[in-house]
């Protein structure tokens, strides 16, 4: 039997502060009706101050590493798909490894802004397969309230800070990841993009007035096209294993907008009761909401050993992914 990936074990974290819809109606011109109605969002978490996103990453890689019984000197590799991370250079996970002291693992970042998780799923998998990687701790984090213009009704109420971490090691039996797909149009790239601090538009006072360092969005478009390739990615993801919906136990979609979701539910005719959904207390905490909904439902007892999940994302890009896993 070839080596799979499996994952061993899960955590999660979100910041305590939260910010509630009707908070937002006190500064912006914007109503908890609107964004319950448009987006199923109620509340968001955000760092306080001083806290930073491999503070999340911290605690919620504890949490994994618990659950799967490991050290951090057992690590061998870190990456943290992120798009906030503490700094652009170093790496978030090579700041992790100190805080965590896993001295033995190598660490990097990739950045597939809300699509990451499964960016890294499938960059860990083939480490992981090809024997080059043994104890691997996989992250995804974001600190979205320090890139949002909070002037901007139609990016700020959407986006939350948090983190979610899985172990994953090798197996030679029938669970683990049976697959990743990956795809991505950057034709697409300003759909939603944060344009300033890059080597195209360095800092500089003329990109804080222009208010370049903020997540933009292209709402209504991207939610079009979200919609039409997340419902054929999962149909597509289940196809390629002849797995029937009804075979499968849960989806954990990406936390972007209900309605989202429950379009992808609808499409495979799956009932809301398989279908991970903490959007209400998260909002989109973008790389980071795959892995704390997997986290969440495991700690819930949700899913048991044998079960199908299948996990899909879509972001920034544009890119999309999924992973069909047999735990
Ligand atoms: O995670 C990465 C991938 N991202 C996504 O998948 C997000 C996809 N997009 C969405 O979730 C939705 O498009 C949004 C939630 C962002 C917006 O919902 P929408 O139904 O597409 O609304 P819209 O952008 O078409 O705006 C409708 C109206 C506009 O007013 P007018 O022009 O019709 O008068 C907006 O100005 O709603 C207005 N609006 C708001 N009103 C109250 C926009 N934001 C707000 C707000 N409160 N916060």
Redesign the pocket.
Known sequence: MPLKSKITGTGSYVPEKIISNHD?EKK????DA??TE??GIKERRVVKAGQTNSDLCLEASRMALQAAGLRPKDLDMIIIATMSGDMPMPSTAAILQRKLGARHAASFDINA??SGFLYGLSVADKFIRTGASRKLLLVGAEVNSRFLDWKD??????FGDGAGAVVLEPTKGKSGVLSTQLHSDGNLWDY?CLPGGGSENPPSAKTIKNRMHFIR?K?????KI?VRTLERLVISTLEEHNVETSELAMLIP?Q??L??INATAKRLKLPMSRVAVNVDKYG?T?SA?VPIALDEVVREGRIKKGDYVLLE????GLTWGSALIKW
């Open positions: 937002l912006i011109n914007t109503s609107w964004i448009r987006t802004a809300c009704r139609s990016t700020c109420v959407l939603i969005m709402g209504n478009e991207t939610f979200a990406h972007a907008n309605r989202i989109n973008s909401s994302a879509f972001g920034s």
